[in-house]
């Protein structure tokens, strides 16, 4: 296939999880962190700085799942390289760089917006949208409904930890 043609489609996808009565003040530095997913993400056991500048474009995180019954040979892993942050927007975007989970290419972007009219009074929302190649042993639906509900337990993790330190 000749550089200038139009490779195989791409999956696209967003979804997006409400935290009622989180501000998008409380959710973006959690979010932000980019080194700390783990504290939020389901399946993601261990996640840690590898390289590059915290808060900076070009740092990159390393993410796993624990190993099924102590056996090192399961685990799931990727090195995921922060591409922008956007601190007004409350924006980042990040690629995988490499992986042991079937992905060719993957940029998502993940974005905390705020609920009612910009003054984030009732809540806001985390948006995270991505486009990938196909991933081996995936249907893309299956894909998208793995983020939705991934999503929704960041959701439930976040909004526990912005409650518990306003009201605690």
């Not at 489609?9 to 409400?18: L, V």
């Not at 927007?89 to 910009?118: D, H, T, W």
């Not at 949208?129 to 196909?134: E, G, I, Y």
């Not at 912005?162 to 605690?168: A, D, P």
Request: proline share 5%.
């Amino acid at each position: 296939m000749a550089e200038d043609q139009i490779p195989e489609s791409k999956w696209e996808g967003k979804t997006s999880a409400d935290l009622k009565g989180s501000s998008a003040e409380q959710v973006w530095p959690l979010l932000a962190d980019f080194c700390n997913i783990h504290k939020w993400f389901p399946d993601i056991a261990t996640c840690y700085q590898m390289d590059g500048v915290p808060g900076q474009p070009g740092l990159i995180r390393y993410c796993a799942r624990a190993p099924i019954d102590n056996d090192e040979s399961t685990i799931k892993w990727a090195k995921e390289k922060l591409l922008s942050l956007d601190p007004i927007q409350r924006c980042l975007s990040y690629e995988i760089i490499e992986s042991n989970l079937g992905f060719k290419s993957y940029v998502a972007v993940m974005q905390v917006v705020p609920i009612n009219s910009g003054d984030g009074s009732i809540g806001c929302k985390i948006e995270w949208s991505f486009v990938c190649d196909p991933i081996e042993g995936w249907a893309l639906n299956d894909f998208r409904s793995y983020l939705h509900s991934s999503l929704q337990l960041m959701a439930e993790k976040i909004m526990e930890h912005t409650h518990l330190s306003t009201t605690g």
